[in-house]
């Protein structure tokens, strides 16, 4: 058990390894960040004191002055290791220091860390939801196995997969502001001076329709592998069975099928973050709602690259930290794979 | 073959979603013919012709530019396919053969390249993309290979286990003893057997490639120099239709998404039902017990 729950961890360092290698080159091949700043406002100077304080200054890594255009030189060779944008770039994610952001002159630490539970409201709220509806009506739906509510079900799940989810926000912030005169976008009104209950009742008409999208969007496919799976579920013949001793279909629905198909879900819950991700990334950029993944169309828009790799790399590092934890909570909820 | 189309024929999750995609290649084929105004041509804008109600000379009204919606719509057939098809291709390559190689050979090869799988599934894929396109050139070309490159993990892992299950036949186990070349098994043996799941899986790597390429689009990632679907969303939305009520600016290109993603994933699900049949009824149906006599009898 503790071994394999060690090599589980192990396994995650080395995905977060290659995620911070990634994201250190790919910035790097596709060239000098800084010759992307075409803002006039800044000199040469500035530019130069940019490099500096980045240390783009340095070789990129030992025996290359730089990937993009490739240069090898002996003299690069020759540089202490440590002393590489490499090096520097490890050195200060260690002190968890991400740079500073081309547009608003930021700490990027600081405007990631602002705007990360504003996603995490987002998200945990619409997972939960699509979760507690889409589990409920997979196991209707499996429950009345070819018939007409289920075939609804079926299409219907099918339908909600196929819709792109900004499309799906842009239609229901038209809807929900054109008849209903919810507000158009953003976390709270700003400058209403509202405080307390006040507040919190404006935060929630802001996050109305963010949540109903992501619920949308995830219902289909938790619904899906419910019904699937307690389809399984229904046709071993333990259910036949309990059916014998004379246990009601609420029994035997709740306590065997409910049971025995949680499993799966929590494996499509991990699976799904980087769906959710994405969903984040198109939610927040249709309801201006102020996380992660509207700080990244930001930062596109302004060709922000210190903000844009900050975000991904703390999106990415996320995302694998929350599929260890599904991991090692499946490892933990299965008994034969606990006991075994 | 004849007995997967009969058996095609009467699937009608797939009959449906192969008529969706049949009329949209027509469609995209025959864009010229269609459409009633030449998206390139340059039109004259006045105040009135911006964000122009559905009239009879533009059904779908007009757009921020004062084009024809309709128009761009049809055009706009022609992207979507073009990155689904080839995107598609870029991915169930890539993940065909490792899947391939890592199924049939086994051993270290196999766990080198489930584990280099595991680690590019689990990096989320939206934001990747946006990256590496903010990166490069927002090209069409370069669309489709970063959507590609990214998209192959559930090839690869479906391609795999199919592989290892076909190696086990008996067949494959006959001639492996006989001393055939491992590449002529795989060629003759393994890939034709391999082929059918891969071919259905391929229409769900599509759909999920038009998904993503609109994603893209939306998020001001798209070519500039053609008009998507998802592009034509982002100037709608960000070019004020939303405060126009310019609602068919904001429907008419994603009805097209839906309309094709929705083909492709019922076409991919009616494969799998043919493929791969599962018992779809249980013990706590009326209706058991008549299925049962009805497939003794």
Redesign the interface.
């Given at each position: 058990m503790t071994k394999l729950i060690l090599r589980k961890l192990g396994?995650a360092l080395?995905?977060i390894a290659?995620?911070l290698l990634?994201n250190f080159f790919?910035?790097r091949v596709?060239?000098d960040p800084t010759r992307l700043l075409k803002d006039p406002r800044l000199t040469q100077a500035t530019i130069e004191a940019i490099r500096v304080r980045f240390g783009l200054d340095k070789p990129v890594i030992n025996c290359f002055e730089s990937l993009n255009p490739v240069k090898v030189s002996l003299q690069a060779c020759a540089v202490n290791p440590f002393e590489t944008q490499f090096s520097a770039y490890i050195s200060n994610l260690l002190k968890g220091d991400l740079g500073v952001s081309f547009h608003s002159q930021r700490p990027v630490a600081d405007l990631l860390g602002e705007r990360l539970w504003n996603t995490i409201l987002l998200i945990g709220a619409g997972q939960i939801l699509a979760i507690i509806i889409g589990v409920t009506l997979g196991l209707f739906a499996?429950?009345k196995?070819?018939t007409a509510l289920d075939y609804t079900a079926l299409i219907a799940s099918?339908?909600a997969?196929?819709?792109?989810?900004?499309?799906l926000g842009?239609?229901l912030?038209?809807w929900g502001?054109?008849y209903f005169g919810l507000p158009?976008g953003g976390k709270e009104t700003i400058g209403s001076g509202l405080a307390g209950w006040g507040r919190l009742v404006d935060i929630s008409k802001h996050l109305l329709l963010p949540t109903l999208t992501f619920t949308l969007v995830f219902i289909g496919e938790y619904m899906l592998i419910m019904r699937?799976t307690v389809?399984?579920v229904?046709?071993?013949d333990y259910?036949?069975t309990a059916?014998a001793k004379g246990l009601t279909?609420f029994q035997?629905?709740k306590d065997h099928a409910l049971r025995n198909a949680m499993l799966p879900i929590v494996t499509i819950v991990a699976l799904n973050?980087?769906f959710t991700?994405?969903g984040a990334?198109?939610i927040e950029?249709?309801f201006s709602w102020p996380g992660l993944g509207l700080t990244?169309?930001e930062a596109?828009?302004r060709?922000d690259y210190p903000v844009?790799?900050g975000?991904?790399l703390l999106?990415?590092v996320s995302?694998?930290l929350a599929?260890v934890i599904a991991d090692l909570l499946y490892t933990f909820l299965d008994p034969r794979v606990r006991l075994g | 073959m004849q007995g997967f189309w009969q058996a095609f024929k009467r699937n009608r999750m797939g009959v449906v979603g192969l008529s969706m995609i049949v009329l949209t290649i027509f469609i995209a084929i025959f864009a010229p013919l269609l459409a009633p105004y030449n998206p390139k041509e340059r039109v004259r804008v006045t105040l009135d012709s911006i964000y122009a109600r559905p009239s009879s000379e533009h059904w779908f009204g007009t757009d921020d530019a004062g084009k024809d919606v309709l128009s761009n719509f049809i055009y706009g057939a022609r992207v979507s396919l073009t990155v689904g098809f080839f995107a598609s291709f870029i991915s169930v390559v890539i993940g065909g053969a490792i899947g391939l190689i890592a199924g049939f050979f086994g051993g270290r090869i196999e766990n080198l390249l489930m584990?280099f799988t595991?680690?590019v599934?689990?990096?989320?894929?939206?934001?990747?993309a946006?990256?590496?396109v903010?990166?490069?050139k927002p090209s069409l070309m370069n669309i489709i290979i970063v959507i590609g490159i990214l998209g192959w993990t559930g090839t690869a892992r479906l391609v795999r286990s199919q592989t290892i299950s076909v190696k086990e036949r008996k067949f494959v186990l006959r001639a492996k003893a006989i001393g055939a070349h491992p590449l002529y098994i795989l060629r003759k043996h393994i890939f034709p057997l391999v082929l059918p799941l891969m071919v259905a899986n391929t229409v769900l790597v599509i759909?999920l490639a038009i998904?993503n390429e609109?994603?893209l689009a939306?998020?001001?990632?798209g070519d500039p120099s053609t008009l998507s679907w998802?592009q034509m969303?982002n100037f709608a939305?960000t070019r004020g239709a939303?405060s126009s009520?310019a609602?068919w600016a904001?429907?008419v290109p994603?009805l097209g998404?839906?309309w094709l993603?929705?083909g492709c994933?019922?076409l991919g699900?009616g494969f799998q039902q043919i493929l791969n049949p599962?018992?779809?009824?249980?013990?706590?149906?009326k209706?058991e017990m008549i299925a049962l006599e009805a497939a003794n009898g």
């Open positions: 396994w080395v995905t290659f995620v990634l790919l910035f596709m060239g499996a429950w196995a070819r099918l339908a997969w196929s819709l792109p989810t900004f499309w842009i239609l912030l038209f502001s054109h158009l699937s389809l399984d229904l046709s071993e259910i036949l059916k279909t035997i629905l973050l980087g991700v994405a990334i198109q950029t249709v990244i169309f596109v828009g060709r844009l790799q975000a991904f999106l990415a995302v694998v599929n | 584990r595991d680690i599934l689990v990096i989320p894929d939206l934001p990747l946006v990256v590496l903010a990166l490069t759909s998904l609109s994603a939306f998020l001001g990632l998802g969303l939305f939303m009520g609602w904001l429907l994603g998404i839906v993603v929705l994933t019922l699900q599962r018992l779809e009824s249980h013990h706590l149906q209706s």
